[in-house]
């Protein structure tokens, strides 16, 4: 398959580990990846903020982007987020219709129906739970709200982390229970946000974890600031990342820069 | 441990012990607009969040509560079919609002009711306290309700001499502190059993002196205290959680068996409830209980529901009276995208399982209507700016409980949409900030070749890094390292990564 | 009618304006009926484990053994049939909140009885020393008599399996609704052919004759208000029995 990266603005700047790892990952798995330069951020944090007339040129320009995808240039668009798959799948057409621009709004509804989630792309679309992965670590998982509930991905990425070899899923208590990010929220109300993060991080501190993994690099900034403020040694890093990790290459938890070299 | 969680816009001389001073119980007063108090949300929630007993008192109550209703909902084989109906009877409801008013009106009246319409607060008091006044009586018994709570009535009543008592517990409870409700459903969730053992030795003059902190005994207490009154009672207020257009009848669901008692011992009958509480037919009735009580209680069904319809000879108060309020429900309908808030039944199911409401409890909230729900309706109800909008993280937890699928976290996002609009004519400070920075950031991310250059800034950081970490930034960075470190930044971007990839090959 | 009238219903119409939202088709596709017919054993096996879920007592009888049901549920020192959950009487007050522990579960002696006047005699004539008071719309009792009354036997009008609720509607058999209120003992007469399922069967039923008062029961009264402790009995009954009668 050739399947067309949307890196995240997040961490293409913050944390490329992540979408490198994506690379490394579908590579080995026999894909061709492809990362489109003009692609820059899928508008989330606009829209939820409330700024929609911000956001209509940050959607545009992502729809333009990406719009080959439903031409067949590329087969589909991976995203390594949960939280930016469902702005894309669902607020992207209502910014656009909202701005008068309805054939745009097709085309973001074109993009987003070829739009998948890192784990639903290697479950739903490649048909893969086992691929290939070894990482000896013990490892727990939070499932991030969006991803959870704005997509649905249900056990998916618990399926994939099960099949890893070496690696120890440990359960998180009270995973459900959002870590308090929510984009702008962590600032405009940053004592409930960091009353949120102390209940994750003491959970995940209780489960004896070396490694938090997510879907998302936004809420793992967020527990891995609360993990290393309370001076844990919990590292967080994301779904793709452990998945990448071969014994022939393998990625070592502590060391972030390391990933896909 | 007192509750005090920041000092609302104060009632001069009202509430029930204007002797008190408000805060002596923990209580926080009674406010001027029971839609709109005390200070931001922002501000109240680091109030309440230095509160531990606060917090554990809600931790406790919202796990319980949440992991019944999780249960009793597992139960139900259609729960997703009884969502769907119930969430399509309440849009149907809102289309043929104005035919179904008048139904309903029609068939009250024909059962020996007599329907009142009031626009505002002070004109649905105004009908109450009237009608309260005719009947000669200085008390009145009272149902737990929103509205009545959202209109102030009680207040509202006190200065005309007449003293409305609640009879719920938890009601009365926040009655007797001189307290605002701090949820929906159990107003007084944010105290604990020896706090409201201690309100009830001081401001209940026939508490039993020894009165331990057990629950059993302080419900015993209210029964006792309340039984007298319910004998005597000849007007009774109530709310409504149902209205059937088509038969006129009207449903009060509760636990406690106080809604019993005023809706058939005395005399009279006044029942204020928001015009959009209203289900076409009978049938419709056989959606919502079962989908109230199992998101309200957590319970397969609640201990007591009451219908009537008019007056029934010989059983029952033989006046009955239905107020119809709008008091901004006919803001919120107008506005297409938020309207689906007024297809709430207040379960609260919301608020329980609210990561944000968990925390901070109701009163941070600064109405009546706290949580989730209180979020979106509050502002929509007032129509003024508010900081409530952005209470939340969009966790979407919300929207997965609620009974009539209100999709919360979509109106709150357009709500967000108009704070930012109604901002945009009188900016303050802030508001110019946040403005400046989306415009900046919006320019930045409309594009691929300015993003490349800017994803390169956080570089800069790695100065002020020490192993691996930055622990402290200037503001508004110090929003975020006051409780969290923040990763050093990359050397390299990903694109940069890719660029260089692409040129080896 | 009024000013208020008139300008709230303009106001909703204005609201509503072009972008009124079509009437929709609800669709309706949850059970309507269960998959067990009334008054079968699946049926009240459910209905009993709901009931005994929410405190109350339940009491499979026959018609004929009804009347002894009665009396040794409302007679001083009567003969128990099970003694491993009962208790000797104790006094009905208002004073006896402090026993919190034998409230709920105990059965206690009543010197006064309160039916509705179209109760089946035959019920209550074997209550010896206890004095039954009849109540009907046309010569009702008193709130503060009622109070003075330790029990009520009523009959029901339909009973939903799924949730443990007994629905009174007013009936001559069922009475008005202040006499199920007052007295601190309810005890409830169902017969296994009102037993229904599911909420929407019991619905219907009741639909035919929507304007009677109805009261829906399920359990004692109850609250959670303290700490979302269930405490059974504030206002209502403190203790419900019902017998199911076949």
Not at chain 1, 148 to 162: A, C, F, N, S, T
Not at chain 2, 378 to 387: C, I, N, R, V, Y
Request: charged letters at 25%; aromatic letters at 4%; a negative charge.
């Amino acid at each position: 398959m050739r399947i067309a990266l949307a890196a995240t603005c997040i961490a293409d700047a913050m944390f490329p580990q992540a979408p490198k790892a994506v690379v490394t990952l579908l590579e080995r798995l026999g894909h061709e990846v492809v990362f489109p330069p003009a692609q820059a951020c899928c508008g989330q944090m606009h829209v939820n903020t409330g700024y929609l007339a911000e956001a209509v040129p940050v959607v545009r320009n992502h729809v333009r982007t990406f719009a080959p995808v439903a031409d067949g240039e590329w087969d589909a668009v991976v995203v390594p987020s949960g939280s930016c798959t469902g702005s894309i799948r669902h607020q992207q057409r209502m910014v656009l219709e909202g701005a008068g621009l309805p054939a745009e709004a097709r085309a973001a509804t074109a993009v987003a129906e070829r739009t998948y989630e890192l784990s639903e792309l290697l479950v739903d679309v490649l048909g893969v739970t086992d691929v290939g992965a070894w990482f000896p670590h013990r490892v727990t998982y939070h499932p991030t709200c969006h991803s959870l509930r704005m997509l649905g991905v249900g056990d998916k990425p618990e399926r994939l982390l099960r099949a890893v070899e070496g690696l120890e899923l440990v359960p998180l208590e009270q995973a459900e229970g959002c870590c308090g990010f929510g984009g702008t929220f962590s600032l405009k109300n940053a004592d409930t946000s960091a009353a949120m993060l102390d209940d994750k991080v003491a959970n995940v501190v209780e489960t004896g974890a070396e490694v938090l993994t997510a879907g998302d690099w936004s809420c793992l900034m967020h527990i891995g600031g609360g993990l290393s403020r309370a001076g844990t040694g919990v590292r967080p890093m994301h779904l793709g990342e452990i998945l990448a990790s071969t014994r022939e290459a393998p990625v070592h938890p502590a060391d972030r820069e390391e990933v896909s070299r | 441990m007192s509750t005090f969680l920041g000092m609302p816009a104060m009632r001069a001389g009202r509430g029930p012990s204007p002797d008190a001073a408000p805060g002596t119980l923990g209580g926080v007063g009674r406010p001027e607009d029971p839609l709109h108090w005390g200070a931001t949300f922002p501000d109240a929630a680091k109030a309440a969040l230095e509160n531990e007993q606060l917090r554990r008192n809600l931790g406790n109550a919202t796990r319980t509560i949440r992991t019944k209703r999780a249960r009793v909902v597992g139960e139900v084989p259609d729960w997703e079919a009884l969502r769907d109906a119930g969430s399509a009877i309440k849009a149907d409801v809102l289309a043929r609002l104005p035919e179904l008013l008048e139904t309903l009106e029609r068939n009250v009246t024909a059962r020996g009711g007599v329907v009142h319409w009031a626009r505002d607060a002070a004109e649905a008091n105004r009908i109450v306290a009237d009608l309260v006044r005719a009947k000669e009586t200085d008390e009145v018994v009272k149902v737990k309700s929103m509205a009545t709570q959202e209109i102030g009535l009680n207040e509202a009543l006190a200065e005309e001499g007449i003293a409305a008592v609640e009879t719920d517990l938890a009601e009365l409870i926040v009655q007797l502190a001189d307290d605002m409700p701090s949820h929906i459903l159990v107003p007084a969730i944010h105290r604990n059993r020896t706090e409201i053992r201690d309100i009830f030795l001081e401001r209940m003059a026939d508490a039993p002196p020894d009165l331990t902190d057990v629950p059993r005994e302080l419900a015993m207490a209210a029964r006792a205290h309340l039984r007298r009154k319910f004998l005597s009672a000849k007007v009774a207020i109530s709310g409504a959680n149902f209205a059937v257009a088509d038969t006129g009848t009207l449903a009060v669901v509760e636990s406690e068996g106080n809604g019993r008692m005023c809706l058939t011992l005395p005399e009279t009958l006044i029942t204020v409830m928001g015009i959009e509480k209203l289900v076409p037919t009978f049938d419709d009735l056989e959606v919502f209980l079962q989908l109230l009580p199992r998101s309200s209680t957590g319970e397969r069904m609640n201990p007591y529901t009451s219908m009537w319809t008019g007056v029934t000879p010989g059983d029952g108060p033989q006046e009955f009276h239905l107020v119809l309020l709008d008091n901004g429900r006919t803001k919120v309908l107008a506005d297409e995208a938020g309207r689906s808030a007024l297809h709430c039944i207040r379960c609260s199911a919301c608020l329980n399982v609210c990561p944000v409401y968990e925390r901070v409890g109701g009163h941070a909230y600064g109405s009546v209507y706290p949580g989730p729900i209180g979020a979106i309706l509050t502002p929509q109800l007032t129509g003024e700016k508010s900081d409530l909008p952005y209470a939340s993280t969009l966790c979407g937890a919300c929207y997965e409980v609620c009974p009539v699928k209100i999709d919360i976290p979509s109106i709150l996002v357009e709500l967000r949409a108009r704070e930012v609009a109604l901002a945009g004519s009188a900016p303050d400070a802030g508001d110019r900030v946040w403005k400046a920075a989306m415009k900046a950031a919006s320019f930045a991310m409309a594009d691929g070749d300015r993003f490349r250059r800017a994803a390169r800034v956080p570089r800069a950081l790695r100065a002020i890094s020490r192993h691996g970490v930055i622990k402290r930034l200037p503001f508004p960075g110090s929003l975020w390292t006051r409780s969290r470190d923040l990763p050093e930044p990359p050397k390299q971007t990903f694109r940069d990564w890719w660029a260089e990839r692409e040129d080896e090959r | 009618m009024s000013d208020a009238r008139t300008e709230m219903l303009s106001r909703i119409r204005t609201a509503l304006g072009g972008s009124a939202p079509e009437p929709a088709e609800v669709p309706r596709v949850y059970r309507s009926v269960g998959e067990h017919g009334a008054g079968s054993d699946a049926v009240l096996e459910l209905l009993v484990d709901r009931l005994v879920d929410y405190k109350a007592h339940v009491h499979r009888v026959s018609a004929a053994e009804l009347p002894a049901l009665l009396a040794e549920l409302l007679l001083p020192g009567a003969p128990k049939a099970d003694p491993g959950r009962s208790a000797e009487g104790q006094v009905v007050g208002s004073s006896d909140y402090r026993s919190p522990d034998i409230l709920p579960t105990t059965r206690r002696a009543a010197r006064s009885v309160v039916v509705p006047s179209g109760i089946d005699r035959a019920w209550v004539a074997g209550l010896a020393g206890v004095e039954v008071f009849r109540d009907s719309r046309e010569a009702p009792l008193s709130a503060v008599e009622l109070d003075g009354i330790d029990a009520v036997v009523t009959a029901a009008r339909v009973a939903v399996a799924e949730t443990g609720t007994i629905v009174l509607d007013g009936a001559p058999d069922q009475g008005r609704r202040a006499i199920s209120l007052v007295p601190d003992v309810h005890v409830c007469v169902v017969r296994t052919s009102q037993v229904v399922q599911t909420v929407p069967e019991a619905v219907r039923l009741l639909d035919a004759d929507p304007g009677r008062p109805l009261t829906w029961i399920s359990g004692p009264s109850a609250t959670s208000d303290i700490e979302l402790d269930r405490v059974e009995g504030v206002h209502g009954p403190r203790t419900l029995h019902v017998a199911l009668v076949s």
